[in-house]
T-cell receptor, first 113, second 114 residues
């Protein structure tokens, strides 16, 4: 089991550019979560999916953020246009209903300059 | 709104000593999680506590859950330098009837000195 796989590990982009973060959940996990971690705000839940369907995106900070899960093995988080205040570490996590455990990916460290 | 409060937020201790990190939360949830995060790394699951009175131990760490008091503790016994990290507690939102996922505390930054 390779765990939750995120790419890229690091992303540096200029303000105004589009950024796409990718996540592959653990096979068989039916829930996927996107989190953001900053020093000021800690770990925040942005959006989550159950069985590929977005359930709650109330944590998405602005309309510049969007997320999709086209199938059970892939999800994207897109920021367009990016701003310096979006700089953070973005984590993807997946969960199995059977054991309630949440497994986190390695994260993507995003820097917007 | 679900609130999760950890204390202390910063802790410097000597090797060989014992200490406890506290996690208070505002919901009636009976699912409580502890994670460890090393600098620049991801969140590593330590314990999942699923019922009142649950106690789990792994090495020098022991976690417990009191759902009536809405309190979980992470106890460190005879600390060693390798346990230096940031420790997070988190509560499952689902019990609140709201959005799914975890709400995290701010984390306890633990430094263990020789």
């Amino acid at each position: 089991d390779a765990g939750v796989i995120q790419s890229p590990r690091h992303e540096v982009t200029e303000m105004g550019q589009e950024v796409t973060l990718r996540c592959k959940p653990i096979s068989g996990h039916n829930s996927l979560f996107w989190y953001r971690q900053t020093m000021m705000r800690g770990l925040e839940l942005l959006i989550y999916f159950n069985n590929n369907v977005p359930i709650d995106d109330s944590g998405m900070p602005e309309d510049r953020f969007s997320a999709k899960m086209p199938n059970a093995s892939f999800s994207t988080l897109k920021i367009q246009p990016s701003e310096p205040r979006d700089s953070a570490v973005y984590f993807c996590a997946s969960r199995s209903r059977e054991n309630y455990g949440y497994t986190f990916g390695s994260g993507t460290r995003l820097t917007v300059v | 709104e679900l609130k999760v409060e950890q204390n202390p937020l910063f802790l410097s201790m000597q090797e060989g000593k014992n200490y406890t990190i506290y996690c208070n939360y505002s919901t009636t949830s009976d699912r409580l999680y502890w994670y460890r995060q090393d600098p620049g790394k991801s969140l590593e699951s330590l314990f999942v506590l699923l019922s009142n009175g649950a106690v789990k131990q792994e090495g020098r760490l022991m976690a417990s859950l009191d759902t009536k008091a809405r309190l979980s503790t992470l106890h460190i016994t005879a600390a060693v330098h390798d346990l230096s990290a940031t420790y997070f507690c988190a509560v499952d939102n689902e019990e609140e009837g709201g959005a799914d996922g975890l709400t995290f505390g701010k984390g306890t930054h633990l430094i263990i000195q020789p």
